[in-house]
């Protein structure tokens, strides 16, 4: 199995930055995509910022210019680092990976981790 510790989440106030990170750890044989995701109170989980393994990148509109996605592959660790925060950017962040376990068949694996909190004050 795969297992997700995201950290570096926190209060900061608007315009401020924070850097998130997640490593994976576990059965892995290959990482084919690491995202971040978030959920306000009362919203739906939404997308923030994905890397696949080519490196390409995508971001939801809300966040294009401010905030960067990245990848460490010998770490099996992916960072989003946050610049000009808005309170709108408070949220659960969440870090999504997926890819191929090692064991045989190659099973794949899409696993979450539990959850980062970023409240952002205004």
């Known amino acids: 199995q795969v297992h997700l510790v995201e950290s570096g989440g926190g209060l900061v106030q608007a315009g401020g930055s924070l850097r998130l990170s997640c490593v994976a750890s576990?059965?892995?044989?290959?990482?084919?995509?690491m995202g971040w995701h978030r959920q306000a109170p009362g919203k739906e989980r939404e997308l923030v910022a994905h890397?696949?393994?080519?490196?390409?990148?995508n971001y939801a509109d809300s966040v294009k210019a401010r905030f960067t996605i990245s990848r460490d592959y010998a770490k099996n660790t992916v960072y989003l680092q946050m610049n000009s925060l808005k309170p709108e950017d408070t949220a659960e962040y969440y870090c999504?990976?997926?890819?191929?376990?090692?064991?045989?068949?190659?099973?794949?694996?899409?696993?979450w981790g539990q959850g980062t909190q970023v409240t952002v004050s205004s």
């Open positions: 576990g059965s892995i044989f290959r990482i084919n995509a």
């Open positions: 999504n990976a997926q890819g191929e376990l090692s064991s045989l068949g190659r099973p794949q694996f899409n696993s």
């Open positions: 890397i696949v393994a080519g490196g390409s990148t």
